[in-house]
């Protein structure tokens, strides 16, 4: 088997395929909108929140909110001591689901 640079399983044979462009391109004109939309979504669930955004988003007063901060039971990061906090929004859905920070 000649290698072409790429890593693979020396057991697994080489596999290819080959396509009009036109199938191509058809198959990129019906992704494309897909693809946009996983990506709009990553970054809508990567955004930083404030407080005020992520209590509610939380369903929760900020006062619940700064309790659960103080505890170091929720995520959150500060620039320093007494500093605005902020909220990752994908980190605030996995603490939700469950998964707990360390302290």
């Known amino acids: 088997m000649k290698s072409n640079g790429t890593a693979h399983d020396a057991g697994t044979p080489e596999f290819s395929l080959a396509f009009p462009a036109e199938l191509l391109d058809a198959l990129a ?3 494309a ?3 946009a939309a996983l990506l709009q979504e990553t970054a809508e669930s990567d955004q930083w929140l404030s ?3 992520a209590a509610d988003y939380l369903g929760m007063t900020r006062n619940a909110l700064h309790k659960l901060t ?6 959150f990061e500060q620039d320093g001591p007494g500093c605005k ?3 990752r929004r994908s980190e ?3 603490w939700r689901a469950g998964e707990r920070p360390r302290k």
Not at 70 to 75: K, L, M
Request: proline share 10%; glycine share 0%; aromatic share 4%.
């Open 51 to 53: 407080s005020a955004q």
């Open 29 to 31: 004109d019906r992704l």
């Open 70 to 75: 103080s505890t170091r039971e929720i995520p």
């Open 92 to 94: 605030l859905d996995r």
């Open 85 to 87: 906090l902020h909220f």
């Open 33 to 35: 909108p897909r693809v």
